[in-house]
């Protein structure tokens, strides 16, 4: 038995003679594991599972051994791209499913073994819990001139949660899982395990309390008070700022030379898993000023769209469930599409400025380019290495919340974006719907495949949201058609005239609630004004201006008309002015803003 230290390099060759202790000047994975109870460990899929073991105090199994290889991402055989930003304590792993599998999506065996973990990992009790098997990361890593054989431990961890998504591959696309995990802190054991402790769980003569005798501190800890204490146990590591994340976009817009943030303790290990620094808690505030504050180049008195639009391009893979990291020759076709389209029209399409620099924003990373590549960098470089270039796991957790990630496009577009046709540039980035409140309302599926003289006449199949009209009738009537900013009762011939506006749209992708709470009375005017996003209620409940934020007036409440906070906080992060959630930490829920006492408090 031996130890595993995280940053070590093992040898994981075909030879699997336990008695070697070390193969090719590295220690050989098989002689550190070797054990006298459990079987030999197998490395050689992503998900291996370590057979579970009759003990006293029920079946346990000793662990799992997850492994992720980087050079196969976006392939048929591994076509999904796992997030490994073990410094900031957080794994992204995608499941074992593929496009050419005809069983559910849960019974491959790799997924079968993780949502089996899943559900000891959210045990309600210490007891459950210490029967729960630990997950132990590795990262296959290029030694020797050869991209096999190796492999760094990354250390233990447990599973946050776990979400069904759907995948591409072959232009088709399939159901898999996405698995976010908690990497947990080492430091009381000098970034170690013993493998004894794997051992002692699958020990038939030891409980399972006995078994934790040997455990890392953190994973006691967690056994004791689960998820709850994961934001004190998830692993931190400062980090070296990488050399180029002092340079200006003017300074960046030369040579490109690639100097790899220096990784701790194994500063030998490659750059494709090593993250430009990012705040170990960065929170909602921080993510909008980074986006607020990017370095851009300037060009005749205007600043460059590149960043911005890239930025956006990779929110946009978030919001529709695709991993955050995309290989150099997809990102080249398609944020160059962009850049062509809504760049300044002086501008060149070179995606490869956005692709390398953003980094230096610390909410963008790059990973495949090796650490001894020091030699200035070009497009022909990232052809030939073609690396994968992407939101980085923190700012993607973050971004993962709807709320976060439609303030974050509302910064961008008005920060940057403000001049470009909103409409056009959200429909080209598949987030059409979030320029307005409304949303998008219809689906419609087109037959394009018979034309008429003299014009060509499409047939079309259209799904149409179905409103509550007896229910905005109601809030009409309450408000007597008065609006709730201003006041007016526009008569008309018959009587008086109001609109009941929906304050999370029903549309894509807000999906609001047709209920009483999300609706606001309003005349014409502040209607198309609210739902174009020109003006939004503070948490205090004054209406505001989403330009200046001057004050307009103040909500007119009604005590039969309780209006939902996290509606109104909705739309202002739409509008780019949510400011309730500044202070929370990246993995906490943000908690109720603060809302006038005429509105219901956020449930």
Known sequence: MGILRV??????????????????????????????VLAQIQLSKGINPIAKTRAVGGRRRPAVLIRSSPWKAGTAETPWHDVFDVDNGHVRYFGDHRVDHAVPVGTTQGNA????????HRAATSEERALAVPLLLFAAVSRNGTPKGYVEFCGVAVIESAEQIEQESKGRSFPNYRYELSVLDLTAEDDQIDWAWIEDRGSPDLSAADALARAPRSWRRWVEQGHTALPTLRRRTKREVSASAGHSEDEDRGAMTLFPAPRIPNASATASRVPTESPENMTVSD????????????????????????????????????????????????????????????SSVTPEYPFWHLRTS???????????????????????????GGIVGRVEHLLSDL?????????????????IDQHALMERLGLAGYESAGGVDEDVTEDRGTEWDPAERRTAAATRIVRDTVLAAKAKKLHADGCQVC???????????????????????HNGPDELPNLLVLCPNHHVQFDSLAIYVDPDGIVRTTADGSRIGELRPHPAHQIDAAHLRYHRALCGRDTTARHVAPLDRDPSPKVAPSLRDEQ
């Open 113 to 120: 073994v993780l949502l089996d973990a899943l559900a000891e």
């Open 7 to 36: 940053g070590d390099v093992l040898r994981s060759a075909q030879n699997r003679d336990p008695s070697i202790s070390r193969i090719d000047d590295h220690p050989n994975i098989h002689y550190v594991t070797a054990s006298t």
């Open 362 to 388: 610390q909410l963008w990373d790059v990973h495949g380019v090796p650490s001894e590549q020091a030699a200035p960098v070009h497009a022909a470089t990232f052809d030939r290495l073609n690396p994968e």
């Open 403 to 419: 709320c976060v990630r439609s303030e974050a496009i509302a910064v961008l577009r008005e920060t940057y974006l403000a001049d």
């Open 287 to 346: 993510l909008m000023d980074r986006l607020r504050s990017l370095r851009l180049h300037q060009r005749n008195g205007r600043q460059s769209r590149h960043k911005p639009l890239a930025l956006l391009w990779g929110i946009s893979r978030v919001a529709t469930g695709k991993p955050s990291f995309a290989p150099w020759s997809q990102f080249r076709d398609e944020v160059g599409g962009l850049l062509a389209e809504f760049g300044l029209p002086d």
């Open 487 to 509: 006041g007016l009762q526009l008569p008309t011939r018959f009587g008086t005239y109001s609109e009941a506006a929906h304050i999370r749209g029903l549309g894509r992708p």
